[in-house]
């Protein structure tokens, strides 16, 4: 079956990946002339790379790391040694680490945190522990119905003391979903803590070796490709177009550089869109359809990721770090954590600006004086004297809308893969999905996806189906 997929995102190219496996021909078509979506990265003049964000995998993601198994890839994952590293503001360039001993789950990260003697007190402990254990002993769905609190509400119901709030989980919040925690689902942050607590190397930290596009999305698109399915850039969606029964006809193809627009058929369609241009392009009759009216409830959030090229080093630090600046959320010397972008005598620090709705409008000259600003509060031996540091050069890019922002409510307005269309799927980090929206959400969907239509549509003769609903276990430590 020929299956056409609007997106060449995660989402959309591991959807092809495992239709391949299932034995179905994808095509992806991708609107930019670049791979990745929401982890696309360019090449400068100068042969450098900058990229859509900062992208730190976990142990905790055990679809990414499958399909990077499968794709023979995963030695490309450099891990980092299983630790928290935060920044300490009435410290300047002072850092705090929660080194997490190789022991069982959960009394590893519980070690951990007991050890830690920087950023809380023992009372303080004791009471974020007591707070933490309806979230780990009374299951999913207990986590699922905290969803209608804030994050910063359900701690304060659970007693955490503010410091708690202000000193980890501020830096954690706008880490995983560009958000505060005032503003942020407690499902979506107890879903996170849940697996880095039930999971032995969950809050393990991996950097890809390069950049996303060439040392991640390229190897799947080979993979399709030598299986008999496509991927084609700059073909963008410009309309979908339907049959008289609301099915989908055709997918129309916009023609670029003054060539004829295309009529691009199927038997299957998928949207593998962000939900922001997805409630665009929504033909007219189904948008008086529930399913899709729900959407309305899903927005994306706006970031901003920054990368800076400084003529010295600033930190030898090979980790992701959290800033804990108003400011900022997190950053890594990518000099130090990435092989490709590596340089003894030089930092490219790569740093995550948010919430970043108050600048999204800004210019870039506005955002990187203000990013050098928190710089010197975080590297002060650097930045002060007669010789400070010297910026060399810049890179700012700005996502308008990147992933589905996760406030209070939102779990009930995410579809299902499977849409009342009955030739018509979705991929996509905000369908629902046991993650959030991540890089790991976006391969899970992909896979959801693609295990939905081969079970709708079966292949005669695949022996590749099981690797779609039973992947096996890996393990981060030996990754």
Not at 100 to 123: C, G, H, Q, Y
Not at 325 to 340: F, G
């Amino acid at each position: 079956m020929r299956v056409a997929i609007a997106g060449a995102g995660l989402a959309g190219l591991s959807c092809a990946k495992y239709l391949t496996d299932a034995g179905h021909t994808p095509i992806v078509l991708e609107s930019r002339d670049v791979l990745g979506g929401l982890v696309a990265a360019w090449k400068d003049s100068d042969g450098d790379w900058y990229e859509t964000g900062l992208h730190a995998f976990f142990g905790a993601y055990p679809n990414m790391l499958q399909l990077l198994k499968e794709l023979g890839i995963e030695d490309r994952l450099q891990w980092k040694e299983h630790t928290l590293i935060f920044n300490q503001p009435d410290k300047p360039g002072r850092l705090s680490r929660f080194d997490v001993p190789d022991i069982p789950s959960p009394f590893n990260v519980i070690a951990s945190i007991l050890r830690n003697k920087d950023m809380l007190t023992w009372e303080q402990k004791i009471r974020f522990a007591i707070g933490l254990l309806p979230a780990v002993v009374r299951g999913q769905k207990y986590v699922e119905d905290m969803d209608k609190y804030s994050f910063l509400e359900w701690l304060k119901r659970q007693g955490v003391d503010e410091r708690v709030t202000s000193d980890v989980f501020i830096a954690a919040c706008k880490a995983l979903t560009f958000v505060n925690p005032d503003e942020v689902s407690a499902t979506i942050l107890l879903t996170a803590l849940n697996r880095f607590l039930q999971e032995r190397y969950g809050s393990k930290i991996a950097f890809l070796d390069g950049s996303p596009t060439e040392r991640l999305c390229s190897p799947i698109v080979d993979y399709i490709r030598e299986r008999g399915g496509e991927v084609r850039l700059n073909a963008p969606l410009k309309e979908i177009l339907l049959n008289a029964d609301g099915t989908v006809k055709a997918y129309l193809i916009r023609g670029l550089n003054g060539t004829e627009d295309e009529v691009f058929t199927a038997d299957v369609y998928v949207s593998a869109m962000s939900v922001d241009p997805l409630k665009v392009m929504l033909p007219k009759p189904w948008k008086q359809m529930e399913f899709f009216k729900k959407l309305e409830g899903l927005e994306g959030v706006p970031v901003i990721n920054l990368h800076l090229w400084f003529d010295r080093k600033l930190t030898e630090i090979d980790h992701l770090l959290f800033s804990r600046s108003p400011l900022l959320s997190v950053y890594a010397d990518m000099s130090n954590t990435c092989r490709e972008y590596a340089n003894p005598n030089r930092s490219m620090l790569e740093l995550v600006l948010a919430p970043a709705k108050d600048w999204i409008a800004k210019s870039d000259e506005e955002i990187v004086a203000a990013t050098i600003a928190e710089l010197k509060k975080l590297f002060p031996d650097h930045f002060g004297g007669d010789n400070p540091a010297t910026l060399l050069k810049s890179h700012v890019v700005k996502t308008p809308r990147s992933v589905y922002k996760a406030t209070p409510g939102r779990q009930q307005y995410r579809p299902a893969q499977v849409t009342p269309i009955a030739n018509f799927y979705l991929a996509g980090s905000y369908t629902m999905q046991r993650y959030l929206g991540s890089m790991e959400g976006a391969v899970l969907s992909g896979k959801l996806t693609a295990q939905a239509i081969s079970e709708a549509l079966p292949v005669a003769n695949s022996s590749n189906l099981q690797t779609l609903t039973r992947p096996p276990a890996t393990n981060a430590a030996t990754a």
